[in-house]
């Protein structure tokens, strides 16, 4: 969720200063929480800004660009391969175990489609396989 904008921010404090009104009605106000506000106004008055705080970071990325890289290659070699197989050939040649959840979201974030062949009986009972 993104921070709230310091504009707003300074309207709530500004309404607080002039009193317009309770800390609840604030928070209805201004449609944000009441939780919001007890912290904003405990952060106006230890520190004296309202500005939000930089995010605090996340999880870094368990794959690097060449990974990423060999991850097109292999669905380029193999369109048919199912997710497993294609963690299971990436801990091959990299040494990096992933997840079959964690395949599934790489490949959404660089587009790769994985479309499956589509066989049909022909009347000869051969299979007719079509891309």
């Known amino acids: 969720m993104k921070a709230y904008s ?5 309207k709530v404090i500004d309404a607080y ?4 009104g309770s800390q609840r009605h604030l928070a209805k106000r201004f449609s ?5 506000i007890q912290k904003l106004l405990k952060r106006y008055r ?3 800004t309202v500005e939000p705080k930089a995010h605090g970071g996340g999880n870094t990325a368990k794959l690097n660009n060449e990974q990423m890289a060999l ?6 070699e193999d369109n048919d391969a199912i997710l497993v197989e294609l963690c ?13 959840a964690t395949m599934g979201r790489i490949t ?19 299979n007719e396989c079509k891309n």
């Open 88 to 100: 299971s050939r990436l801990e091959e040649r990299t040494g990096v175990k992933v997840s079959r």
């Open 108 to 126: 959404h974030k660089l587009n790769l489609t994985r479309k499956k062949k589509r066989c049909t009986q022909v009347k000869n009972t051969q």
């Open 71 to 76: 991850i097109v290659t292999l669905v380029e």
């Open 46 to 48: 230890t520190s004296g």
């Open 32 to 36: 944000v929480s009441l939780t919001f």
């Open 17 to 20: 200063k002039n009193q317009e």
């Open 6 to 10: 310091s504009d707003l921010r300074q």
